[in-house]
């Protein structure tokens, strides 16, 4: 990637408030003058100590990749542990995260490693415990929240923060100082395993998003950690860490958005660099993205902490370095500070290479010195670690199930209805007989995202219950129903049994409707249909899943089609057979209450597709963000239009969007404000999601058809309205021009409102004035957003 033009403007202190839970310029202070006067005392050993992690209690199937090749050989019981933190230790790995502990007694030992840390260590330094919190904090009898793509289709940035400072509650009551979370890669390709992890295609929704969940996490004293920095979700045919050839344009246009974002506006504490090697370079190595980008044009102060095995990595996969020394010294000069899971290359084998001279002891220093102003920062160096300790943990309260709940039932999208749905309601005679049937109808596990504590680890330790109170659909229905319902499974998610499948077409037959559950089960590494590595070369649903909802629709009954998925699968067939497609993205504990609440008409759903329902595989990688030649036309006899757009999402009421208006002065320095209103027609209470495109019509490189500069979910009731005004700062509109300068250029814009990305609802135009503005960090790049109710 060629970063050098991107890294001319220095970054300035900014002007902008202070997220919840950043240190101030005096705590900053303080903290890297405390890290200096402990690092004057350190021995190296003890310096690449406090750059390292140690897994406890790793075993098992693995849970990151090549983890049992490269996991090494230390001794995780407490001597082997204690051993191997002589010398001190920078941070814990996962001690809640690797198997089921009860929560109480794992708090209670790490709390007595700290105190051994604390006062056995010459330096007494504790060490900093992070763990996965991607869906909550990924710990046996933690609540389990939507996957990211389900905060993508809630549009709800307000309730993303509430949950994000729910989960730092948890992880703070239980001794945690860091989460690995959020993910903010863009969406490019379906194929791709990780998509459930992530939020959107678009960058704004990413960074709007996943910035919301970063200031809920720090509010809470977390330290939030960006992943994956940069490229990863553009890997070669949507395959896990496949390389990437994506184009210095679109990592600057769309895939570094989000991340921006989050550390300019959102002062997010740490970053994780991307397995990735981009055109040949793998960013682990490059300091023009970790050094140059991050820090110097950006900013950042915080912590770059590698991706589990990540430095090894550049030596074992990617080939460029010699040994674990050449990698660690690599490593550092690029700007990642620790090295996780554990210290495979940055213990020995740096040693070995400082101490020949082949590495340079001062980027040794520049890391220690960065994790421990962190720890400073976070009041760790002054911790004694001898306070009781209550045994009373819980940590799934009612309180974070009702956002759990309330996020649920936001990111429910209903694709198609015919008016079948809902099944009851005012006005409406609830079905006699209702048949559900599916492999995702009457299991638990198919409301969770891989990063799950279920399916993360759990499925590595049979017998072991849940520990969170989980319905499926099946069981959610019936309660909303009052009524019980006939079931059969069909067949399962991914094999090629069809003898359920005449059982399933049985009871459908008998039935007034069938309800059919169909889509994913989230694993890792080839253990499931979706999540981190399990990639598809096919977006037809896996196993014989089709067959099922096929030979069902053949009854002649109606078909409610629930999607119970982790990506978008080409299901263009059913859409326009069933009778109704209801679209969930692994929705979490109290996910099966909110599909049941859809369908029986209890909750009214709002949310909106956050990604396009794409038409095969043959279309990837497809985004709605195109160009006029990336969509159809009568240069290729290819169709690639999405069978659903981005941005689509149906209603049990009606909404309309009107009256959109510009007001005077948009300029290329200061954007633009516009107005709109939008009114509910319809005779029930109900969210709408207003969504706002902007069309650079004509620019010094191509730019896409539509693009999403600002949006805002709004509640009314029946005849109710509202004036929506969006302020949306230039950078919105911004571009990287012919010599890959993020500028923005003066001249027409097209506007629209509308239901999604292609309908152009309510339009303007717009002129901006004044010269070509080049960004800087002080531009601002969020919309602010202002709802007057009529």
């Known amino acids: 990637m060629n970063t050098t033009v991107t890294t001319d403007d220095v970054a300035a202190p900014s002007r902008r408030p202070t997220p919840p839970g950043t240190p101030s310029a005096a705590e900053r202070t303080r903290a890297r003058e405390r890290a200096a006067e402990l690092l004057g005392r350190m021995t190296l050993e003890e310096k690449v100590a406090q750059i390292v992690g140690v897994w406890v209690d790793q075993g098992g199937e693995g849970v990151a990749p090549m983890q049992g090749e490269m996991a090494g050989e230390v001794r995780t019981d407490d001597d082997g542990l204690r051993d191997f933190a002589r010398h001190g230790l920078g941070q814990i790995t996962r001690a809640y995260g690797t198997r089921p502990v009860e929560p109480a007694e794992r708090r209670r030992w790490l709390q007595e490693m700290q105190r051994w840390l604390v ?17 909550g ?7 389990t929240f939507p996957t990211p793509l389900a905060w ?6 307000e309730v993303v923060e509430r949950m994000g400072a729910a989960i ?9 100082h860091q989460g690995l979370a959020p993910v903010l890669d863009v969406i490019r390709d379906a194929r791709w395993g990780r998509v459930e992890e992530c939020i959107s295609e678009d960058p704004l929704a990413v960074g709007t998003i996943g910035t919301a969940y970063v200031r809920g996490l720090q509010s809470a004293g977390i330290v939030a950690t960006l992943k994956h920095f940069v490229g990863y979700s553009a890997s070669r045919a ?45 960013v682990a190595a490059d300091p023009r993205l970790l050094t140059d980008l991050l820090r110097e044009r950006w900013g ?45 290359a940055y213990l020995a084998p740096l040693v070995e290479r400082v101490r020949s001279g082949a590495v340079d002891e001062a980027l040794v220093d520049r890391a220690v010195l960065r994790h421990l102003a962190q720890k400073a920062e976070l009041g760790l160096l002054d911790e004694t670690f001898d306070g009781p300790l209550d045994d009373g943990v819980d940590l799934d309260p009612a309180a974070h199930r009702a956002i759990a709940r309330e996020l649920a039932e936001a990111s429910v999208v209903l694709v198609t209805n015919d008016g079948t749905l809902p099944l009851s309601g005012p006005g409406r005679t609830p079905p006699a007989r209702v048949a559900v049937v599916g492999p995702n109808a009457d299991r638990a596990q198919a409301m969770f995202g891989c990063y799950s504590f279920t399916n993360h680890v759990l499925g590595q330790h049979p017998g072991t219950p849940l520990g969170i109170e989980v319905a499926t659909l099946r069981e959610a229905l019936g309660a909303e129903l009052g009524a019980p319902l006939a079931f059969a499974r069909g067949c399962a998610v991914d094999d090629d049994d069809r003898s359920g499948i005449a059982e399933a077409v049985a009871v459908a037959r008998d039935a007034e409707t069938a309800v059919v559950v169909v889509g994913d089960q989230a694993g890792l590494f080839g253990r499931g249909t979706v999540g981190e590595g399990c990639d598809r070369d096919s977006l037809e649903l896996p196993g014989v899943q089709r067959e099922l909802v096929e030979a069902v629709l053949e009854t002649g009954t109606p078909v409610v089609l629930v999607l119970l998925t982790g990506r978008p699968y080409a299901v263009d067939w059913a859409v326009g057979r069933c009778a109704a497609v209801v679209q969930a993205f692994f929705p979490g504990e109290e996910g099966a209450g909110a599909v049941a609440g859809v369908l029986s008409g209890r909750v009214n759903p709002s949310g909106r597709m956050p990604v396009s329902l794409p038409r095969s595989s043959g279309a990837q990688p497809y985004s709605y963000l195109h160009p006029v030649l990336g969509g159809p036309g009568e240069v290729s006899n290819l169709e690639n239009l999405p069978v659903v757009p981005f941005g689509h999402g149906l209603s049990y009421t009606s909404f309309v969007h009107e009256d959109l208006v510009v007001e005077d002065g948009p300029t290329t320095s200061g954007g633009f404000r516009a107005s709109v209103t939008v009114r509910n027609t319809g005779d029930r209470a109900g969210d709408d999601v207003v969504q706002l495109y902007a069309r650079d019509t004509v620019a010094s490189v191509t730019r896409p058809t539509a693009q999403l500069v600002a949006f805002s979910r709004v509640a009314l009731a029946p005849g109710g309205s509202a004036r929506v005004t969006f302020r949306v700062p230039a950078a919105r509109l911004a571009l990287a021009d012919r010599d890959l300068v993020r500028v923005v250029e003066p001249g027409d814009v097209e506007l629209w409102v509308g239901p999604s990305c292609t309908t152009k609802e309510a339009t303007a135009s717009l002129v901006l004035a004044g010269e070509v503005h080049r960004l800087t960090v002080e531009d601002a790049r969020l919309p602010e957003v202002e709802v007057e109710r009529g």
């Open 119 to 135: 006062t056995r260590t010459r330096l007494g330094i504790p060490a900093l415990a992070h763990e996965e919190c991607l869906t």
């Open 238 to 282: 949507g395959r896990n860490l496949a390389p990437v050839h994506a184009g210095p344009r679109e990592l600057l246009d769309t895939l570094l958005v989000p991340f921006e974002i989050a550390v300019v506006d959102g002062g997010v504490r740490s970053v994780m660099p991307s397995y990735a090697e981009i055109d040949g370079l793998p």
């Open 137 to 143: 904090l990924a710990a046996w009898k933690a609540t």
């Open 300 to 344: 950042f102060e915080g912590t770059v902490v590698a991706d589990y095995f990540e430095v090894a990595f550049l030596q074992h996969l990617h080939g460029v370095a010699a040994d674990l020394g050449d990698a660690a010294g690599q490593a550092l000069a690029a700007g990642i500070d620790v090295e996780l899971p554990t210290g495979n």
């Open 152 to 157: 993508g289709a809630a549009w709800a940035p």
């Open 168 to 176: 730092g509650t948890t992880m703070r009551s239980l001794g945690v």
